[in-house]
């Protein structure tokens, strides 16, 4: 796809801005980040720039400071104070909208409580939330007093919290009566009490009262938060951590079944946000910022939490569904809350792409200046189309690459530096101070135009300081399949102007609608249904969520496969991993194709899936496996024996796609 010359007056600065900016980073890369990391406030200034022992990065070793100093009371200490911070809106249609110094008192307050629960510097805490504003208060509290959070997707299973609050140690856990979701109550005290009876770290827990569903506390153990606020104190000391103290610890889905805890640091995550936040959506005093995502992930964290926040830019937050109570939600919220920049995903703009551009008649977008894509590769069409009917062919838009173990954007144009010519589907060049590349299997550079696995080959400010409780898996896992490199686990390939066009995962990991799902950890959530005996998982694709979830399954000798047999094992999948897990197909087979050493060829279950060709099969045990699955997989498409299944628990067959 060609490059596209773009009418954004307001981006034209002096041509070679960028690149003067990016060479000078990569030259004196430690005298760069220091100057960037300056316009930070530091309580006392680090001994060195970087340590790096390789494969683990310190970033301003004996420099201390706050994030929620920095966050809240810097600028709760300014004019800012009566700035707004957050506008939120509930998915019912309560609003809610903090000034910096509501926010600056409310993290006082929270930090207050937390303390007064016996939480410590270097305690964790888990937050199983939903987007309200007091997860990021009680993020933003956590860190005031030296805390590390742990934030666990909502719509993560009683499992799936359990193994998170058991692997991070946390001794508390924050969760609400419930949260709004298409217009029902997620249980989430009832999820959380059934976490609880497999996690002995926890000793206490804080409910805070969303949603009015009727719960049981258990005192002392469990407290509202209404109560404990009551005896809170207004102001507590913001504790000075060193720059590598944990900030947080975030899960995220690698090639084990095991989710990975990725720490991030204090300073080098912060320094790495504040300056990309401002780079790549040029953010300004009168922006009006809303990323969609959900605080779960990381880009909620970093991208509607600490970046905006950094900045004192106003962050808007929506509790619930973007279709719910109409199709039309995330355009009226933007016309409600004048949006200047909108950052979504992939999923999200194909989504409303099916929907047609009339929902956009009856509202007024004009105020959107930047847009902004994140978590999957986007596609030229919706690029496009997200530039014509959503930015008014008047915004850029900021295809961001990054992921959870970046901590921040790392591949993006940056029109806060200089908006250089865009290419659809492409997001870009690295962004200054980062040095990626495409590399072939052994290590070496990738002819342009051709694809190879996409390496980092320094460290950055922002990336995770290691795997929780787990060295060896940190090495293994990034430094062990390019030698000095840190492996991203994508495909990607540079073309001849040096931008990235990001493929896809290289490894064992899907993305469904953005969302980070190993396969490994379905697997073992599938095999533990007792009358399944094996089972595959593979992503097909899908052309709104990037990729669907297709699991290949061999059940117990004597069980035979049924409609009411996918639907127990769908269910199976959402009580063990959770609702973001549910896999799109269940195909039963005889038999899974296995090499000579028993592995599963999961290649041939993609192609086959997929409806490409499947290759070289000599290495399987026996080829008329093959055969068996391709036939299981056609009757499953026909309607046919078990095939009747398909989408059987979501409640209505899907059409086609294909
Ligand atoms: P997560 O850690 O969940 O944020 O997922 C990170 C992964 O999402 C990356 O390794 C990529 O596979 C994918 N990803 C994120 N942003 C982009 C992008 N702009 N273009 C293509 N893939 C992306």
Redesign the pocket.
């Given at each position: 796809m060609a490059e596209l010359s773009l009418p954004f007056d307001r981006w034209h600065y002096p041509v070679k801005k960028f690149y003067d900016l990016y060479d000078s980073s990569i030259e004196e890369p430690e005298d760069f980040w220091a100057e960037q990391a300056r316009q930070l406030d530091w309580f006392r200034t680090w001994d060195r720039v970087l340590e790096w022992e390789a494969p683990f990065a310190r970033w301003f070793v004996g420099g201390t400071l706050n994030a929620c100093h920095i966050c809240v009371d810097r600028h709760a200490k300014t004019w800012r104070r009566s700035k707004v911070a957050i506008y939120w809106e509930g998915e019912p249609g309560d609003v809610r909208v903090l000034s910096y110094s509501t926010l600056y008192r409310e993290v006082n307050r929270y930090a207050s409580v937390l303390k007064n629960c016996g939480v410590g510097t270097g305690d964790k805490v888990a937050l199983y939330l939903p987007m309200i504003p007091e997860l990021p208060i009680f993020m933003l509290a956590c860190a005031r007093i030296g805390a590390i959070h742990t934030v666990v997707f909502s719509g993560f299973s009683a499992r799936a919290l359990a193994d998170r609050i058991n692997d991070v140690g946390a001794r508390l856990l924050v969760t609400a009566d419930g949260g709004f979701r298409r217009g029902k109550i997620l249980p989430l005290k009832s999820i959380a009490d059934e976490a609880l009876t497999m996690c002995p770290s926890v000793e206490k827990a804080i409910v805070v009262k969303r949603a009015d569903n009727s719960v049981t506390l258990n005192p002392p153990k469990e407290s509202w938060l209404h109560d404990l606020l009551e005896e809170a104190d207004p102001y507590v000391e913001p504790e000075l951590v060193e720059s590598n103290h944990p900030l947080y610890v975030l899960y995220?889905s690698g090639t084990t079944g095991k989710p990975k805890g990725i720490v991030h640091s204090t300073g080098g995550y912060l320094v790495h946000n504040y300056v990309t936040y401002k780079w790549v959506f040029d953010i300004r005093e009168e922006s009006v910022y809303w990323c969609t995502a959900d605080i779960g992930?990381?880009?909620g964290h970093s991208q509607i939490v600490y970046a905006p926040l950094a900045h004192g830019a106003a962050t808007v937050i929506y509790e619930g569904a973007p279709d719910y109570p109409a199709i039309d939600r995330w355009w009226d919220i933007i016309e409600k809350y004048g949006v200047t920049i909108f950052y979504t995903s992939p999923t999200a703009i194909r989504t409303f792409m099916g929907h047609g551009e009339e929902m956009l008649k009856k509202h007024d977008l004009s105020t959107l200046e930047l847009l902004g894509?994140?978590?999957?590769?986007?596609n030229p069409e919706a690029w496009l189309w997200f530039y014509r009917h959503i930015g008014g062919e008047r915004c850029p838009i900021v295809?961001?690459?990054?992921?959870?173990?970046t901590g921040g954007i790392m591949i993006s144009p940056t029109p806060g530096i200089e908006c250089l010519p865009l290419k659809p589907g492409s997001?870009g060049l690295a962004v200054p101070g980062v040095e990626v590349d495409v590399v072939d299997e052994a290590g070496k550079p990738a002819p342009r135009e051709q694809r190879g696995s996409l390496v980092i080959k320094r460290p950055w400010p922002g990336m995770l300081l290691g795997i929780h409780g787990d060295p060896e898996r940190y090495k293994k896992a990034y430094w062990s399949q390019v030698p000095g490199y840190y492996y991203?686990?994508?495909y990607a390939v540079k073309d001849g102007d040096g931008y990235f066009w990001?493929l896809?995962?290289s490894d064992e990991v899907l993305?469904v609608a953005g969302?980070?799902i190993g396969t490994a950890e379905l697997e073992d959530a599938a095999v533990s249904h007792p009358q399944v005996a094996e089972a595959a998982v593979v992503g097909k694709t899908d052309p709104v969520k990037g990729e669907s979830i297709v699991i290949f399954a061999r059940l117990q000798e004597g069980i035979r496969p049924s409609a009411d047999q996918t639907k127990s094992l769908t269910s199976h999948i959402r009580s063990v991993v959770g609702a973001v897990a549910v896999p799109d197909e269940v195909c039963f087979v005889p038999r899974l194709p296995k090499t000579r050493s028993g592995k599963v060829l999961r290649r041939v279950l993609k192609a086959v899936a997929n409806d490409d060709s499947i290759g070289d099969v000599t290495t399987l045990e026996d080829e008329s496996s093959v055969q068996e699955v391709i036939q299981a997989y056609q009757e499953l498409k026909e309607g046919k024996g078990p095939g009747a299944q398909k989408n059987y628990a979501k409640g209505k067959p899907k059409k086609e796609k294909r």
């Amino acid at each position: 796809m060609a490059e596209l010359s773009l009418p954004f007056d307001r981006w034209h600065y002096p041509v070679k801005k960028f690149y003067d900016l990016y060479d000078s980073s990569i030259e004196e890369p430690e005298d760069f980040w220091a100057e960037q990391a300056r316009q930070l406030d530091w309580f006392r200034t680090w001994d060195r720039v970087l340590e790096w022992e390789a494969p683990f990065a310190r970033w301003f070793v004996g420099g201390t400071l706050n994030a929620c100093h920095i966050c809240v009371d810097r600028h709760a200490k300014t004019w800012r104070r009566s700035k707004v911070a957050i506008y939120w809106e509930g998915e019912p249609g309560d609003v809610r909208v903090l000034s910096y110094s509501t926010l600056y008192r409310e993290v006082n307050r929270y930090a207050s409580v937390l303390k007064n629960c016996g939480v410590g510097t270097g305690d964790k805490v888990a937050l199983y939330l939903p987007m309200i504003p007091e997860l990021p208060i009680f993020m933003l509290a956590c860190a005031r007093i030296g805390a590390i959070h742990t934030v666990v997707f909502s719509g993560f299973s009683a499992r799936a919290l359990a193994d998170r609050i058991n692997d991070v140690g946390a001794r508390l856990l924050v969760t609400a009566d419930g949260g709004f979701r298409r217009g029902k109550i997620l249980p989430l005290k009832s999820i959380a009490d059934e976490a609880l009876t497999m996690c002995p770290s926890v000793e206490k827990a804080i409910v805070v009262k969303r949603a009015d569903n009727s719960v049981t506390l258990n005192p002392p153990k469990e407290s509202w938060l209404h109560d404990l606020l009551e005896e809170a104190d207004p102001y507590v000391e913001p504790e000075l951590v060193e720059s590598n103290h944990p900030l947080y610890v975030l899960y995220t889905s690698g090639t084990t079944g095991k989710p990975k805890g990725i720490v991030h640091s204090t300073g080098g995550y912060l320094v790495h946000n504040y300056v990309t936040y401002k780079w790549v959506f040029d953010i300004r005093e009168e922006s009006v910022y809303w990323c969609t995502a959900d605080i779960g992930w990381v880009t909620g964290h970093s991208q509607i939490v600490y970046a905006p926040l950094a900045h004192g830019a106003a962050t808007v937050i929506y509790e619930g569904a973007p279709d719910y109570p109409a199709i039309d939600r995330w355009w009226d919220i933007i016309e409600k809350y004048g949006v200047t920049i909108f950052y979504t995903s992939p999923t999200a703009i194909r989504t409303f792409m099916g929907h047609g551009e009339e929902m956009l008649k009856k509202h007024d977008l004009s105020t959107l200046e930047l847009l902004g894509s994140v978590g999957e590769s986007i596609n030229p069409e919706a690029w496009l189309w997200f530039y014509r009917h959503i930015g008014g062919e008047r915004c850029p838009i900021v295809d961001t690459w990054w992921q959870t173990e970046t901590g921040g954007i790392m591949i993006s144009p940056t029109p806060g530096i200089e908006c250089l010519p865009l290419k659809p589907g492409s997001a870009g060049l690295a962004v200054p101070g980062v040095e990626v590349d495409v590399v072939d299997e052994a290590g070496k550079p990738a002819p342009r135009e051709q694809r190879g696995s996409l390496v980092i080959k320094r460290p950055w400010p922002g990336m995770l300081l290691g795997i929780h409780g787990d060295p060896e898996r940190y090495k293994k896992a990034y430094w062990s399949q390019v030698p000095g490199y840190y492996y991203t686990g994508d495909y990607a390939v540079k073309d001849g102007d040096g931008y990235f066009w990001v493929l896809g995962r290289s490894d064992e990991v899907l993305k469904v609608a953005g969302h980070r799902i190993g396969t490994a950890e379905l697997e073992d959530a599938a095999v533990s249904h007792p009358q399944v005996a094996e089972a595959a998982v593979v992503g097909k694709t899908d052309p709104v969520k990037g990729e669907s979830i297709v699991i290949f399954a061999r059940l117990q000798e004597g069980i035979r496969p049924s409609a009411d047999q996918t639907k127990s094992l769908t269910s199976h999948i959402r009580s063990v991993v959770g609702a973001v897990a549910v896999p799109d197909e269940v195909c039963f087979v005889p038999r899974l194709p296995k090499t000579r050493s028993g592995k599963v060829l999961r290649r041939v279950l993609k192609a086959v899936a997929n409806d490409d060709s499947i290759g070289d099969v000599t290495t399987l045990e026996d080829e008329s496996s093959v055969q068996e699955v391709i036939q299981a997989y056609q009757e499953l498409k026909e309607g046919k024996g078990p095939g009747a299944q398909k989408n059987y628990a979501k409640g209505k067959p899907k059409k086609e796609k294909r």
